[in-house]
Nanobody
Framework: QVQLQESGPGLVRPSQTLSLTCTVS??????????WAWIRRPPGKGLEWMAS???????SYSPSFKSRTSISRDTSKNQFTVQLSAVTPEDTAVYYC????????????WGQGTQVTVSS
């Protein structure tokens, strides 16, 4: 069974770059027709799709995140990472990594989420 685990800092300072890594076990991030994505939920708001990377490495970004977001992967470690630059307090949220299949919704697997707070 696929399991996903987020890791990264719980607190970052404004203007810095947030880097979060998702470690995948029980399945390969290169498995055909699997897509790997980062989603977040700010306080009091709904889920926001940030970015995804496909089984062959193709990346996709939500328009609202494209200018300051980068998603990448390390196939040797079965991990994928999202970087969000120039963070502000509005980037405070619970961040999730997820896996989706060809149908994209709903996600097949979720990480448990990690709380990230942007504060001075």
């Amino acid at each position: 069974q696929v399991q996903l685990q987020e890791s990264g800092p719980g607190l970052v300072r404004p203007s810095q770059t947030l880097s979060l890594t998702c470690t995948v076990s029980g399945g390969s991030i290169t498995t055909t027709n699997c897509y790997w994505a980062w989603i977040r939920r700010p306080p009091g708001k709904g889920l926001e799709w940030m970015a995804s990377i496909a089984f062959r490495g193709t990346t996709s970004y939500s328009p609202s995140f494209k200018s300051r977001t980068s998603i990448s992967r390390d196939t040797s470690k079965n991990q994928f990472t999202v970087q969000l630059s120039a963070v502000t307090p509005e980037d405070t949220a619970v961040y999730y990594c997820v896996q989706v299949g060809a149908g994209w919704s709903p996600p097949n697997y979720w990480g448990q989420g990690t709380q990230v707070t942007v504060s001075s």
